[in-house]
Nanobody
Framework: QVQLVESGGALVQAGGSLRLSCAAS????????VGWFRQAPGKEREFVAA????????DYAESVQGRVTMSRDNAKNTVYLQMNSLKPEDTAVYYC??????????????WGQGTQVTVSS
């Protein structure tokens, strides 16, 4: 099975940018639909973005649309989440997740441990 490790989380000021990475091991990531999710303190985990196996399709939550770009480099077994114009409400632990269920799935079977993003006002 695939193992996922996120990195790139940090403390940034509002308006700043971050690029999160999700590196896979154990299996080639190119077979998986990959998603990013986030969970803020006291809130439920929410969907942020997803990308299809070949990168042809992406989907974004309305709350991040226009500020976030998800991409993947299958040769590096890594997916990325570029976040711009960050807001304090983007503060959360960000998780990447992978699924073999195909594009449009709501079920992800493999999860990373998360990386903390904190945006100060």
């Amino acid at each position: 099975q695939v193992q996922l490790v996120e990195s790139g989380g940090a403390l940034v000021q509002a308006g700043g940018s971050l690029r999160l990475s999700c590196a896979a091991s154990g299996r080639t990531l190119s077979r998986y639909t990959v998603g990013w999710f986030r969970q803020a303190p006291g809130k439920e985990r929410e969907f942020v973005a997803a990308i299809s196996v070949n990168g042809a399709y992406t989907d974004y939550a309305e709350s991040v649309q226009g500020r976030v770009t998800m991409s993947r480099d299958n040769a590096k077994n890594t997916v990325y989440l570029q976040m711009n114009s960050l807001k304090p409400e983007d503060t959360a632990v960000y998780y990447c997740a992978a699924s073999l269920r195909g594009w449009g799935t709501l079920t992800y079977d493999y999860w990373g441990q998360g990386t903390q993003v904190t945006v100060s006002s």
